[in-house]
């Protein structure tokens, strides 16, 4: 499971990183909101690269924003074989993928606590990173459904009172139980 869950969790953060990124595009062109070069001051931090003053080199940048989504998306294909999939799941997913973020900003001094944030830069930053999560566990989704129900979710078809969000589990279902 792990391998697979690697090139696919790879395969769906570099997807949600790619419609995030298009989706910041289009935004900034209706509010002329300039590019953020947050991520390639963390990057410069984190691996005692030489700081640029100003404008940060486009290719550190994109580096951090897609190695970041990519990585993380991992995470979530994790999440989606174990059988964590769905809406909710891409809910708490944007919460890890959030708070990744500001883990990395503010241990390295670059950014400052979302709390102190002006509101309406706070709200953009929030809608991008849900889009990254839900495109992200909408792949990973698809992907990890290719292999069946996950283990939670097999769990959940032979425990009485739970919603089981997956078909019926095939008799011997990988507990040895028949139905």
Do not use: C
């Not at 209706?30 to 030489?50: F, I, K, N, Q, W």
């Not at 999440?79 to 503010?106: C, K, Y």
């Amino acid at each position: 499971m792990m391998k697979r869950a690697l090139w696919q969790g790879l395969v769906a953060g570099a997807a949600g990183g790619v419609v995030m990124t298009l989706g910041e595009k289009v935004e900034q062109r209706l509010t002329g909101r300039p590019d953020s070069h947050v991520p390639a001051r963390v990057l410069e931090r984190l691996t005692g690269m030489a700081e640029r003053p100003g404008r940060q080199p486009v290719p550190v940048n994109w580096a951090m924003h897609f190695g970041q989504a990519a990585v993380l998306g991992v995470l979530r294909s994790v999440m989606a074989h174990a059988g964590l999939r769905g809406p909710w799941s891409s809910a708490q997913f944007a919460v890890v993928r959030l708070t990744n973020d500001q883990i990395l900003e503010n241990a390295t001094g670059v950014g400052a606590p979302p709390t102190t944030w002006p509101r309406g830069e706070l709200v953009v930053d929030l809608v991008h990173k849900a889009v990254y999560a839900f495109v992200t566990g909408a792949v990973a989704d698809a992907l990890a459904a290719a292999d069946g129900p996950g283990p939670g979710q097999r769990h959940a078809a032979v425990r009485p009172g739970r919603h089981a969000d997956v078909g019926p589990i095939p008799r011997g279902d990988s507990y040895g139980r028949g139905r």
